[in-house]
């Protein structure tokens, strides 16, 4: 029997839950692109995105995903040739050095595995050894979203100042804004890249690409800036169409402003990541009780490397697969696959999945998940230790 029907329940890590509020934001007519409204409506947008990323800097906007705005934030500080060192712990760091490989630079890559944070000492040392300063830009991954093991960004910029090295620092908080703390100044991030479709709340086609100073200057020798990824007029536009290089992707916008608002009327970015730290503690209180004597693991065992916005799982092969596939037919919520941990085609890929927990998510929608995770190992004959839901009840209690 399946208790599908009702409302379905999409808990993947991106795109992320839709609120009816932004999905009815972006319901009315083309707007007029050439004044009115949406015209100036910009300035406010993009002051609140700014407050969101915590940063006095600068931010253009791309019409695209988070690949193009991994592209964009390179191409605009990098030259040909040039040296770039990636952290990486899952497959997201991966993808963003591919595309600093594709603009030509020259990448290394420090791989910390795919169940711990980079380790800022290792960071340090690499960067000791650059005597010569080639290295022109550190990139980082907040979030990997396919491990969901969190970066220590504050830690990691002071081991890059403790050196005295000149690189930029690059972040990818594509998972991350809007769900775990950026502070993007305060942390001394130089360029820093995400998305709409994730702690935004908003459908993918928005990509952020925040700069600061330094990485302003160093666009000056950015052989790799073409016109459209230019992002000088982008974030100093004299004519609206110069914000988007063309036509504005109008519904975006609205429901992105209605996001905005939502985040602004919950009490600021503050009260967002508060809300989302408490509900993967949720999350994580109820894997600890199922793991105890069951076969459930957590990826990240530190809970201070742990994301806020996702949480990456094993079983035992084949049962993730499994367990997601029982999850969207008998009770309509839809996990993450497992991304990166093992090959497609290898049996084991079948042992890892994800819970989505970012954005638009609650105590109901938290509990109702892991209920229904707990329903599904029941079903299945998963071994799992007890009482995984009331902990995480517990959580939600003491809120
Ligand atoms: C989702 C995600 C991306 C890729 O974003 P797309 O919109 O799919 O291009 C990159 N980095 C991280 C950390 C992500 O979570």
């Given at each position: 029997?399946?208790?599908?029907?009702?409302?379905?329940?999409?808990?993947?890590?991106?795109?992320?839950?839709?609120?009816?509020?932004?999905?009815?934001?972006?319901?009315?007519?083309?707007?007029?692109?050439?004044?009115?409204?949406?015209?100036e409506?910009?300035?406010?947008?993009?002051?609140?995105?700014?407050?969101?990323?915590?940063?006095?800097?600068?931010?253009?906007?791309?019409?695209?995903?988070?690949?193009?705005?991994?592209?964009?934030?390179?191409?605009?500080?990098?030259a040909?040739?040039?040296?770039?060192?990636?952290?990486?712990?899952?497959?997201?760091?991966?993808?963003?050095?591919?595309?600093?490989?594709?603009?030509?630079?020259?990448?290394?890559?420090?791989?910390?595995?795919?169940?711990?944070?980079?380790?800022?000492?290792?960071?340090?040392?690499?960067?000791?050894?650059?005597?010569?300063?080639?290295?022109?830009?550190?990139?980082?991954?907040?979030?990997?979203?396919?491990?969901?093991?969190?970066?220590?960004?504050?830690?990691?910029?002071?081991?890059?100042?403790?050196?005295?090295?000149?690189?930029?620092?690059?972040?990818?908080?594509?998972?991350?804004?809007?769900?775990?703390?950026?502070?993007?100044?305060?942390?001394?991030?130089?360029?820093?890249?995400?998305?709409?479709?994730?702690?935004?709340?908003?459908?993918?086609?928005l990509?952020?690409?925040?700069?600061?100073?330094?990485?302003?200057?160093?666009?000056?020798?950015?052989?790799?800036?073409?016109?459209?990824?230019?992002?000088v007029p982008?974030?100093?536009?004299?004519?609206?169409?110069?914000?988007?290089?063309?036509?504005?992707?109008?519904?975006?916008?609205?429901?992105?402003?209605?996001?905005?608002?939502?985040?602004a009327?919950?009490?600021?970015?503050?009260?967002?990541?508060?809300?989302?730290?408490?509900?993967?503690?949720?999350?994580?209180?109820?894997?600890?009780?199922?793991?105890?004597?069951?076969?459930?693991?957590?990826?990240?065992?530190?809970?201070?490397a742990?994301?806020?916005?996702?949480?990456?799982?094993?079983?035992?092969?084949?049962?993730?697969?499994?367990?997601?596939?029982?999850?969207?037919?008998k009770?309509?919520?839809?996990?993450?696959?497992?991304?990166?941990?093992?090959?497609?085609?290898?049996?084991?890929w079948?042992?890892?999945?994800?819970?989505?927990?970012?954005?638009?998510?609650?105590?109901?929608?938290?509990?109702?998940?892991?209920?229904?995770?707990?329903?599904?190992?029941?079903a299945?004959g998963?071994?799992?230790?007890?009482?995984?839901?009331?902990?995480?009840?517990?959580?939600?209690?003491?809120?």
């Amino acid at each position: 029997m399946s208790l599908s029907h009702g409302r379905s329940y999409l808990a993947i890590p991106g795109p992320s839950v839709l609120p009816d509020r932004v999905l009815n934001a972006m319901h009315v007519p083309s707007p007029n692109i050439y004044e009115g409204a949406l015209v100036e409506m910009l300035p406010g947008l993009v002051a609140d995105l700014k407050a969101v990323a915590r940063t006095n800097g600068n931010l253009a906007i791309y019409i695209g995903n988070g690949h193009a705005a991994w592209e964009a934030a390179l191409a605009n500080v990098l030259a040909r040739g040039d040296k770039v060192l990636v952290l990486v712990n899952g497959i997201f760091g991966l993808g963003w050095a591919t595309i600093a490989e594709r603009l030509g630079a020259v990448v290394e890559i420090i791989d910390f595995g795919r169940a711990e944070a980079p380790d800022p000492d290792r960071l340090a040392e690499r960067l000791r050894q650059d005597t010569g300063g080639e290295i022109r830009a550190v990139l980082a991954v907040h979030v990997d979203t396919s491990t969901s093991i969190r970066a220590d960004i504050a830690g990691l910029r002071a081991a890059m100042d403790a050196t005295g090295h000149g690189a930029l620092f690059m972040v990818d908080a594509i998972a991350s804004l809007g769900c775990d703390r950026m502070e993007m100044d305060a942390w001394g991030v130089d360029v820093l890249v995400a998305a709409s479709q994730k702690g935004l709340m908003c459908p993918p086609g928005l990509g952020l690409v925040f700069f600061g100073a330094k990485a302003a200057a160093a666009r000056a020798r950015a052989t790799c800036a073409t016109a459209y990824w230019d992002w000088v007029p982008r974030a100093a536009p004299e004519h609206f169409y110069q914000y988007f290089g063309g036509t504005a992707p109008v519904h975006g916008l609205l429901g992105l402003r209605e996001a905005l608002d939502m985040i602004a009327e919950e009490g600021g970015i503050s009260a967002v990541w508060a809300r989302h730290e408490k509900l993967a503690r949720a999350v994580w209180a109820a894997c600890s009780a199922w793991g105890a004597g069951g076969e459930l693991r957590m990826i990240v065992a530190d809970p201070a490397a742990r994301s806020h916005a996702v949480t990456a799982l094993a079983l035992p092969a084949p049962e993730a697969t499994r367990l997601r596939e029982w999850c969207t037919a008998k009770a309509g919520v839809t996990l993450g696959i497992g991304l990166g941990l093992a090959p497609p085609d290898d049996p084991a890929w079948h042992g890892y999945f994800r819970i989505g927990h970012m954005g638009h998510v609650n105590a109901h929608m938290v509990l109702g998940v892991l209920g229904t995770i707990e329903a599904g190992m029941l079903a299945l004959g998963i071994v799992h230790g007890a009482g995984g839901l009331a902990a995480a009840a517990r959580i939600i209690a003491e809120a």
